[in-house]
């Protein structure tokens, strides 16, 4: 053993070349294909993603290829998790809201291009059947009704050109289903009659001839066959439009600035609801954590009693709530308060005789949302009640109660105050976590019954997050720009809670450490 | 504590257990009541509490065996619960030890390794991962969907994508353990050092058999969590084949198609793992939770 341990540079050259080999080979096999990925993505117009896979390719030689960044190694897989899935989303999320991205824009500029002029017309008097026969390695096309034969093709995908010629009917001819499988080849193929007339492939069985509904005639310009109007490339508003200003679907993905915030601020279908959630959210995620709070805290208090017996039976039985996943138990709570035919409502009316439309009715549908809510986390208020209320030191209460305290005043002068500060962090997490309590919303009720009269789905018990969520993701529209304006906006929210996380973090850090 | 008189300590005593019994039964219905629906006949009945007619028909569909009635016609399971639990158990495992790993590794290097703008690097990831990722649901679904072009596997409806984004929810846990490596005496990894050990054999031979008791914490909160998801998966899986209990179970109390019973007997026989592995690591998870939370 050396008396002098270098610690700084011990990494440097402690790795013999022959263990650094495999280490090289694996990290430029995975850069390469990192680096494929990037490039396949660029040749797909998706240069962004293209951009943080070569990051990444470039990140992972650096840090595993050079012995400097030793210790880097040891952080970046979990970093760069974090930066990919998490904060790039994030910005991406933000940019989108920036853009007309939704079911109508949903293409690149040159994929609308060419969905617009792969479309046409077929023109009935020409359709007609049509046969497969092989003809050695390539194929031959039959066309029984006008009696032609085409010349031998290969029916590759990729543009072909044969011509027809009348002929006899080849003996043996292909199976339609085995006719099918060339469906790529035929598709692309265009047969020319003795008489020039030129057919295209118009179906699964049959060649007619197929006019082009839009012709590209310039960079920016289409010129529409059915009624010979020009039609110019829009790129502020993502859409080819007629001189009078009507667009034709599909649009491609164009920046739109402010547009969908305007949009948001602007148009009352928007606003009204949206306010009416904001709200709604807020109210949500303050009551969940109030009541979760008191629930729980009540019921620390009765477990921490010391005459009380079965206390670890108790606990694990009031646990449950907690422990059952929650998707789960929030459609058993669907289930079960069924209107119709649920077994809650079953009770409500052998007792009291109403039956709630729990689900129809907005106000009832709020105030379920927050009864499950409640079940779903008094447990984990519970648990951490418990532990707080062990360290208020037991000489506290036991002074106050020989002054002639009651136990409930005990509880709100000494207890309370003690057990607050400790709790705050994680109540603001709480918060945070019912403001975008989405599994919930989404299992429950689906945000609905819906507010009338608005432009977009909005629900009267959807949150914001539930809010974009059907936005974006709804089978009718999804409207992807839009929600991501929205998500811009629930961001600054989540960005000023999670400050005040941090500060309360920090302070309750600094208070543990200073008391200990 | 102050001496009570008897008399009013047991009306106390009456008190407290009567007010837990009443409380319990409430929150213990929904639980009798699936129990009981499970073995109740047909999918809508209403009425009795207890089943009247008790029978195995959904318990059968829920195992995937089709069900042969009184009088002789075949019910076949209308989804794939088994599978569904597989594949959710599968990225559950799967994303678990990735999380593991990738925490374990990191916490271990903030804790002892000295890197340039470490302090910023953690309190960042601290920032960021406060926001959600379920709120980036809309970027989530437009990268699987360009992933997807390059290769399938990276696309919308694959396991691998799911595991993939599982992966980035490690920032609360490189906390957690970094709070445990960060109170492991400083003289057991210079001693190694003396001896010539690199940083990743301290690791791999010091740190790591230490850390088992909060990577098993670690990795069980990990595991509920992705075993939960449910805004993530339903945006990226699509085929009823590959989707995991969380969006499949929502199947079955469609509007069009509400298989109540059905779903009762799946919930049970789904919910019922997690729910042991929950209760048997609860006493660790929670010490966890308080402490991976407030130690800054």
């Known amino acids: ?516 | 504590m102050i001496v009570e008189r008897p008399a009013d300590l047991r009306r106390k005593k009456i008190l407290a257990h009567g007010f837990m019994i009443v409380f319990l039964t409430l929150i213990l219905f929904p639980f009798f009541m699936v129990v009981s629906i499970s073995f109740r006949e047909g999918n809508f009945t209403t009425g009795a509490m207890w089943p009247t007619n008790p029978t195995l028909e959904h318990w059968y569909l829920a195992f995937g065996l089709d069900y042969t009635r009184a009088d002789g016609t075949v019910v076949t399971p209308p989804y794939p619960v088994l599978l569904w639990m597989w594949n959710s158990i599968k990225i559950g495992l799967i994303a678990g030890v990735g999380v593991l790993a990738l925490s374990t590794i990191s916490a271990y290097a903030f804790s002892r390794i000295r890197i340039k703008g470490k302090a910023v690097l953690l309190d960042s990831l601290f920032l960021i991962q406060m926001f959600p990722t379920t709120l980036a649901l809309v970027a989530i679904y437009a990268i699987f969907d360009a992933l997807g072009a390059v290769t399938p596997v990276m696309g919308l409806d694959s396991h691998t994508a799911l595991i993939a984004i599982y992966l980035s929810g490690v920032t609360l846990h490189i906390w957690t353990i970094k709070g445990y490596f960060d109170s492991i005496d400083t003289a057991l990894d210079k001693a190694a050092a003396i001896d010539g050990a690199t940083p990743w054999q301290t690791f791999r031979f010091i740190f790591l058999p230490l850390a088992v008791p909060i990577m098993s914490v670690v990795f069980v909160l990990a595991f509920i969590g992705f075993i939960n998801d449910y805004p993530i998966a339903s945006v990226l899986i699509r085929s009823e084949g590959n989707m995991t209990l969380a969006v499949g179970s929502r199947l079955y109390l469609n509007e069009f198609r509400y298989l109540w019973g059905d779903f009762a007997a799946a919930a049970i026989l789904s919910g019922l793992p997690i729910t042991v592995v929950f209760l048997i690591a609860q006493r660790y998870l929670v010490s966890g939770l308080s402490d991976g939370a407030v130690k800054g």
């Open chain 1, 1 to 516: 053993m050396s008396a002098t341990v270098d610690l700084t540079h011990r990494s440097n050259d402690a790795e013999p070349l022959s263990s650094a080999i495999p280490r090289l080979v694996a990290v430029a096999v995975i850069s390469l294909g990192l680096l494929f990925g990037a490039f396949y993505l660029y040749l797909l117009a998706q240069p962004l993603f293209g951009a943080i896979l070569l990051a990444l390719a470039v990140g992972i030689a650096i840090v595993f290829g050079a012995n400097r960044f030793y210790g880097a190694r040891f952080i970046f897989p979990g970093v760069a998790a974090v930066l990919i899935f998490i904060a790039f989303p994030v910005i991406y999320t933000i940019y989108l809201g920036f853009t007309n991205f939704s079911s109508f824009n949903l293409l690149t500029y040159e994929r609308t291009i060419a969905v617009l002029t792969a479309r046409g017309t077929v023109d009935p008097a020409t359709e007609q059947p049509f046969a497969v026969a092989r003809d050695g390695d390539s194929y031959r096309i039959w066309l029984p009704e006008a009696g032609l034969l085409s010349d031998p093709v290969a029916l590759v995908a990729g543009a072909e050109e044969a011509a027809l010629a009348p002929g006899e009917a080849p003996a043996e001819l292909l199976a339609p289903r085995d006719a099918v499988a060339l469906r790529a080849g035929l598709q692309s193929l265009m047969l020319i009659s003795p008489e020039g007339v030129e057919l295209r492939n118009a179906g699964l069985r049959t060649f007619a001839t197929v006019t082009p509904d839009y012709l590209r005639t310039g960079d920016d310009t289409l010129l529409r066959s059915a009624d010979g109007v020009t039609l110019t490339a829009d790129h502020t508003r993502g859409f080819f439009t007629t001189p009078e200003g009507a667009t034709v679907p599909p649009g491609w993905r164009v920046n739109i600035g402010w547009g969908n915030f305007e949009r948001v601020f602007a148009s009352k279908g928007i606003r009204g609801p949206m306010v009416s959630i904001f709200v709604w959210t807020l109210v949500f995620a303050t009551a969940s954590v109030v009541l979760t709070f008191a629930v729980g805290l009540t019921l620390a208090v009765i477990l921490q009693w010391e005459h009380l017996r079965f206390k670890s039976l108790y606990r694990i039985l009031l646990i449950l709530p907690y422990a059952v996943p929650a998707f789960i138990s929030i459609l058993v709570f669907r289930g079960l308060f069924n209107q119709n035919f649920g077994e809650i409502n079953l009770i409500l009316e052998a007792l009291f005789g109403i039956r709630p439309t729990w689900f129809t009715d907005g106000t009832m549908a709020r105030v379920m949302l927050l009864i499950v809510n409640t079940w779903l986390g008094y447990p984990y208020m519970m648990l951490l009640a418990m532990g707080f209320l062990q360290s208020v030191p037991e000489d506290h209460k036991k002074a106050a109660a020989l002054e002639g305290a009651s136990s409930v005043r005990v509880f709100f002068t000494i207890t309370l105050p003690q057990i607050i500060p400790p709790f705050l962090p994680l109540m603001i997490a709480s918060f945070a976590f019912n403001f975008n309590n989405l599994v919930l919303v989404l299992l429950l009720t689906q945000g609905l019954p819906d507010i009338p009269g608005t432009l977009i789905p909005a629900g009267q018990t959807d949150i914001l997050a539930s809010f974009t969520y059907r936005m974006a993701f709804n089978d009718s529209s999804q409207q992807f720009g839009l929600a991501g304006a929205i998500t811009l906006m629930i961001f600054v929210v989540v960005a000023a809670i999670s400050y005040l996380n941090f500060i309360a973090m920090r302070r309750a850090a600094s208070r543990r450490s200073g008391r200990a």
